[in-house]
């Protein structure tokens, strides 16, 4: 998949690409949905981008999801693909 989204800014490529160095590992790939997506981080709102990441192998994905939101700034959806 590749992030063909003309509508991502720089900034949001380059936490795409954060994620990609990150799941790359799982046999993963991550490419971005658009540039707001509202989340729920503890008790308040947050405002990020969502990131939907192709799953492959046996990666697990809750595993992986939970890994992008903790370690990744800026991403506060993680949608899934599945295959």
């Known amino acids: ?4 989204n003309p ?5 949001n490529k380059a936490i795409i690409k954060a994620v990609d160095a990150l799941i790359m590992a799982f046999g993963c790939k991550a490419t971005g949905i658009g540039p707001k997506a509202v989340g729920v981080l503890g008790d308040a709102r947050s405002v990020g ?8 192998g046996d990666a697990d994905p809750i595993e992986i999801s939970t890994l ?6 800026g991403i ?4 899934m693909d599945i295959s």
């Open 76 to 79: 506060t959806r993680v949608l």
């Open 49 to 56: 981008i969502a990131v939907c990441i192709k799953f492959s």
């Open 1 to 4: 998949m590749k992030n063909t």
């Open 7 to 11: 509508r991502l800014s720089v900034s």
């Open 68 to 73: 992008v939101i903790n370690r990744v700034k």
